[in-house]
Each structure stands twice: as structure tokens, then as C-alpha cells.
């Protein structure tokens, strides 16, 4: 498989080039080229869930789509390494009641969806960089929880040092124990400023030609291609054990900010993934809901809420999704449904699923709640669908990591997963430079 630029189609490229450049150089995202049919790969999935634990079941899945993607362009034996070091830690399915499932994303070292794109990134740049004999340092700018999976799935990897930029003060501080207790490979700069100032001086980092050749700069931004791909997987996933134990339509609901997790979706359901379509459930950043109504794509400035993970006012990867439905809303519209959800509900949701399954979600899947909930009314007052369908909502964080909010709508204090709850107890370790790419630039030539 081939990779071109969402901004230039002749503009193609190999998955080894596409990672580590991240962002194309004309300044558009990466996306598959051509068809990847695995729908004879899916069936096999099926037939052999029931016979497998969940787990293996996972790692077939993905190291079965690895291998239809990057092989031959990468040797077979590499693509199998990539995979088995990607997987430590797998979704879980689970139903709510005989129409609604979660798909809990959050079993990772961060508990939370990012984990399963930095994770395949990280092992990607591990074993592709083997043949290189230089290293790779990955420069990253971050307001809390993007850096923290970056580190994680890069801590203790081979060829790459990992530098951390994050505003002092400005972080929580479970977050900044995330950032700076790791060690080894990975450096936490505190810069003295806002996270914007973290964000410029990665981006002077960057355009320092000489700077970034010397010190073979790399990005693992959200909208890297190697943490784009491997998302898909678990959609994959989710279908297999559903369909296995039922005979319903599947419809997958997404709570959504930059659209990466729902785009990797749109992307299993093109290559054969036989969904019937996906729910873009939104806060009150919905510009893409809006887009679905009225055809026009207005990007704005973000407004904070409740599920801050998604507070994104104009989501990079609807360039993507544009490009794979060949800029036709009409197109869309028959795949994707947007909804967008307020605190206020947000919260009714939370407390709703803990009064009526007694399980604790977070703010963010509480959005997909909603959501799926008033698609499934109107789907039912319409008489619009023929045959029955289960919504699968992705779970995209812990609920211990909004442990105020949860606990503000149920009364009940969800626990700190154990991984998270460990960091606490270690020594904080950082670097404090100003917000000044001089400072920055001295620091990157001193290190590496
Ligand atoms: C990042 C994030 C989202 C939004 O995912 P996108 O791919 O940006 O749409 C949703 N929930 C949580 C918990 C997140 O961290």
C-alpha cells in the first residue's frame, strides 16, 4: 500500500516516509491510495471468534490488517514486529443491553483511546529505524494528555529520544507526574509560558533546517498516519465480537473532536468493515454535525466543556474525510450522523448509565450516550430502519481520569486506575527553559 497527500494526489509516498514526515510537505494529511479489500479477512475473524479468547482474537486482527497494508513494501517478518510490539493491552466489548455495547478503549498505560495510535507509531519508528544507524528525537508539544501517551508508548524504545514541551503550571498535576517520571529516553521540558509558546517553539524547531538535520527531528502529532491506521483495527474488532453473538446491523457511534478515531472507521468500513453507518457525536464544538445539516463547513473558535478531549473548533482530519467521500456531502450524509451534545446532557448521561447498568462512564463516551440514544429514536419514530440495529459507542477514556465530573453526576467516586495511580509516587524530573527557540535550540544541539 501507497500513500498520498490529501492536498496533491501525485504527491505519493511509502508508509516509512509518510510517519515520519507526519504532515505532507504541501501541508496535507496522508491517506491510503488505491483498495484494500479484506472483507474475505473479516469473515474468517467472524467464523473464529467464538472459538478465541478476546485477546488473541485482537492480535490476529492486527497483525492480519498489518499485513494486508504495509507488506510487500515492508518485509513480512517487520511488519509481524511492528504488531506484536504494538499490542500489550487490547479493547474490550461490552454490552449495556441488547441494542447498546461499549467498546472500551481505555486498557492502555494512559487509559485512553490515544494509546492504541501512539502505541503502533511507536513500534513502527522502532523497527523501521533499525536499518537507519542514526537516531530519531520526537519533538512534541502538549496541554496535558497527548504528550503523556506519546511518552508512554515511546519510553524505553530503541533509536529514538522522546522531548516533551509542556507550559509550567499549566498542566494537572496527574498530568505533569505523566510527563516527567519516566526518565530513560524521555526529556519533559517545562517551557515558562502557555501552551501556545510550547507549540511555537516546536514549530521554529522545525523550520531550524539546520537545527532539525542535526538533531533528525521528528513529529508524532495526532494526525500522524501511523497512529491514524492502526485505530481502524479495533472497529474491526468490535464488528467481530457483536456480529458473532448477534444478527443485527451494526452501527458504530464516535465521540468526536479532531475526527482522527472516526475517520480510522470511515477508513475499515471502505476496505470492507460491513457497518451500517457511524454516529459523529459532538459537545457543542459541532461543526462537522453542522456541516452534515446544512452542507457548510464553518470552522470557529473552541468552546471548553465537560469532554475537553473534544473541544476542537476546527478538526484537522475533516480534510481527510472530505477527501474519501470526493467532497460530497450528500455522500457523507449517508454514512455519517452528527449530533452534538451539551455539559448539561452530558452529565444526565453519565448518571444515566450508572442508575440504569450501574457502570461509570466518562464525560467523553457520556457525549456518545446521548448521542446514540436520540439516533435510536429517531431512527424508531421514523420507521426509517428495516431491520434492527446495535450501536457499538466507543468508551474513550477511564472514567478515574474525570473523576470530578463523574462524581458530580452520580455521587460515586470512580477509582484511579492502577497505571495511573503508580506516577504519583515517583520523582518529578524536568528541564525548565524559557519560551525562547534559542534556549530550545542550545538544549537540542547540548543533548543529541
Ligand atoms: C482525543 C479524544 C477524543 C477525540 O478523538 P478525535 O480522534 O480527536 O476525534 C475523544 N475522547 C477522548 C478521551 C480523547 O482523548
Known sequence: MKFFSTRNRNNIVDYKRAIFEGLAPDGGLYLPLGELKIEGLIETFVREAGKKRATELYREIVQGISRALLTPEIEPEKVERIGSLSVG????????????????????????????????????????????????VILVATSGDTGSAVARAFYGKKNIDVVILYPSGRVSY???????????????????????????????????????????????NSINLGRLLPQSYYYVFGYVEAVSSSDEDIVFCVPSGNFGNLTAGVLAWK???????????????????EYLASGVFAPRPSVKTLSNAMDVGNPSNFERLRVIFDDNVDKMREMLYGESVSDEETIDGIREVYERFGILIDPHTAVGYIATKRYLERMRS????????????????????????????????????????????????????????SELRAFLLKHF
Open 382 to 437: 421514523d420507521g426509517s430502519s428495516s431491520s434492527p440495529e446495535g450501536v457499538i459507542i466507543l468508551a474513550t477514556a477511564h472514567p478515574g481520569k474525570f473523576s470530578d465530573t463523574v462524581k458530580r453526576a452520580t455521587g460515586v467516586e470512580p477509582e484511579l486506575p492502577d497505571t495511573l495511580r503508580e506516577v504519583l509516587g515517583r520523582e518529578k524530573r524536568s528541564v525548565v527553559i524559557g519560551p525562547d527557540i
Open 271 to 289: 476496505w470492507g468493515l460491513g457497518t451500517r453507518r457511524f454516529i459523529a457525536a459532538t459537545n457543542v464544538n459541532d461543526v462537522v454535525p
Open 89 to 136: 493491552f487490547a479493547p474490550v466489548l461490552r454490552r449495556l443491553n441488547d441494542r447498546i455495547a461499549l467498546l472500551e478503549l481505555f486498557h492502555g498505560p494512559t487509559c485512553a483511546f490515544k494509546d492504541f495510535g501512539a502505541s503502533f507509531l511507536a513500534s513502527s519508528m522502532e523497527v523501521l529505524l533499525e536499518d537507519d544507524n542514526r537516531r530519531a
Open 174 to 220: 496527574l498530568q505533569e507526574k505523566q510527563l516527567t517520571t519516566l526518565g530513560e529516553n524521555i526529556t519533559a521540558l517545562e517551557v515558562r509560558g502557555a501552551f501556545d509558546d510550547c507549540q511555537r517553539l516546536v514549530k521554529e524547531a522545525f523550520m531550524d533546517r539546520e537545527l532539525s538535520r542535526k538533531v533528525n527531528l521528528t513529529s508524532a
